[in-house]
């Protein structure tokens, strides 16, 4: 099971990135799959998940800024991330998980909000 990140990088407040997660080796199509974040010092969060149904979740302090995006045809699961704050800042991993099995985790991808 692979699931690697691309797009992070250094975005001035108020300015977007969108991250994508590709993901192979499993049914892709029957897990959960989102996007948590790690601050300096700070736990692990979940910032959004997409459900195979489609239901969406995102954290409070994005809703109305961050957009997710399953795609499973091409098996990846997009984070469009606009009107960043400097509290944006964090390691961003992609996971996927369904009920009763261990979830599966991306290496991480830094996404810097600064001036």
């Known amino acids: 099971v692979q699931l690697v990140e691309f797009g992070g990088g250094l975005v001035q407040p108020g300015g977007s990135l969108r991250l994508s997660c590709e993901v192979s080796?499993?049914?892709?199509?029957?897990?959960?799959v989102g996007w948590y974040r790690q601050a300096p010092g700070k736990q692990r969060d979940k910032v959004a998940r997409?459900?195979?149904?489609?239901?969406?979740y995102y954290a409070d302090d994005v809703k109305g800024r961050f957009t997710i995006y399953r795609d499973n045809g091409r098996l990846t699961v997009d984070l469009q991330m606009n009107s960043l704050k400097p509290e944006d800042t964090a390691v961003y991993y992609c996971?996927?998980?369904?009920?009763?099995?261990?979830?599966?985790w991306g290496q991480g991808t830094q996404v810097t909000v600064s001036s």
């Open positions: 997409v459900t195979p149904q489609w239901n969406t």
């Open positions: 996971y996927a998980d369904r009920p009763g099995q261990k979830p599966y």
């Open positions: 080796g499993i049914a892709f199509a029957f897990y959960d």
